[in-house]
Structure formats: C-alpha cells, structure tokens
C-alpha cells in the first residue's frame, strides 16, 4: 500500500505513522504537513506545504494512494467557530476533495472524536463542527470513514503538541491501567489507533463511523 498521513507531529499521527513504517504491506508513507516530522526511514517521504487546506503543490504525489489517515487537529480551546472551522472542517475537506479527484477509491479516515455530533447542529461547538465534517467526507468518499477515539494512551514515545494535554496525560498516567480495568471500551492507545486505521485500509469496514469500541 501506498499511504498517506496528515498531522504526523500530532500525537495520534506519530502512533499512526510508527504502525504504518512497521506494517510489511505498506511500501510507501507520505507525510503531509507544513514542517517535517524528522524521521528517517526508507519507506518514508515527506511533503511539506506552507497551507494544509491548498494541496495543489502535491496534487501528483497524491494520485494512487491506497489510503489516507487524517490525524490534524487542534483543540478548540481558545477559538472561535470560525477559526476552529477552517482547521478541523476546511483543511480535511481540501484534502477529502483532492483525493476524489486523483484517488477516489482511497481509503480515507478522518480523526474525529467521541462526543461528536453527527446531527452537526448541537449546541458545542467542536462536536458540531466535527460532525459536519464526518458527514461530508463519508458522503463525498466511498471508502471514507470517520474514527472517535476516546482516551487515548500515548504510547511508544508519542508526545502531543497541546501543553495541557502533555500535563493532563502526565498526571493521568498512573491511572490508565485502572482506567482500562473499569472502562475498557473507552480507552485506546496510539498505535492502536494506528493498527485499527491500517485493518480498514486493507479490509474495509460495514461501520462507516468507528467509535473506540471498533478502534479496539
């Protein structure tokens, strides 16, 4: 497979990308972002553009790709819905409408979350959002698939960008393995996600929305 990985800096992206270089079936990993993420491996290229939502610069790399792991994304804290929308609904459709184009069988999977809201006219603004972006990219792809993780293990060194987040899974971490005890249909680990994103791309899946049960 040939396959493709946005917000690979991001926590879920570097568990994403580590499960797609470990994968034997998968010849080629593309990043797509707007700064390198500083690996080196031979299976591993990566395309740098100065904006996420204009990929015309690459518009030939992307052609036969098998499939593509949308991990970008930010948290809403501190933006307002039109900014928040132009990261987390704009960016992931520029890239859902140039594979239509150059590789519509693709296997896409957007990041999304648990809590997002599939009628995308709630009340919170980040589910919302997030729906309407679900909803878009599994009527535009055939094989277009939306994943919401719950709590999510950083695993093998994966880091996220987010401060707070850092401090939260830090004082968190002493509680994961009861976490997983108590809830275990709630909590995932990023090569997990990772592992879980690479069994559709070869399979596919009768669940076009993959909570963190499906995840697991």
Do not use: H
Request: hydrophobic share 40%; with cysteine.
């Amino acid at each position: 497979m040939r396959v493709v990985v946005f917000g690979a800096t991001g926590m879920v992206g570097q568990g994403v990308l580590r499960e797609c270089l470990l994968a034997e079936d998968v010849r080629e990993v593309l990043t797509v972002g707007r700064r390198p993420t500083g690996g080196q491996d031979p299976k591993l290229r990566e395309l740098t553009v100065p904006d996420v939502g204009d990929l015309e610069t690459v518009r030939a790399e992307l052609s036969g790709i098998d499939a593509c792991f949308y991990c970008l994304g930010v948290s809403s804290l501190g933006l307002d819905e039109a900014a928040y929308t132009r990261i987390s609904y704009d960016f992931p459709m520029a890239a859902a409408r140039l594979f239509a184009e150059v590789s519509p069988q693709v296997t896409f999977i957007y990041v999304s979350g648990v809590g997002t809201d599939s009628t995308g006219q709630g009340r919170v603004m980040w589910a919302r959002v997030k729906g309407r972006t679900e909803n878009a990219i599994v009527d535009l792809l055939p094989n277009g698939y939306a994943a919401r993780p719950g709590f999510i293990q950083p695993t093998y060194g994966a880091v996220s960008k987010t401060r707070w987040y850092r401090v939260l899974y830090a004082a968190t971490s002493p509680l994961v393995p009861m976490l997983r005890r108590l809830f275990p249909n709630q909590v995932t680990t990023t090569d997990g996600i990772g592992r879980a994103m690479l069994r559709v791309a070869r399979e596919g899946s009768p669940t076009r929305v993959l909570g963190n049960r499906e995840l697991r």
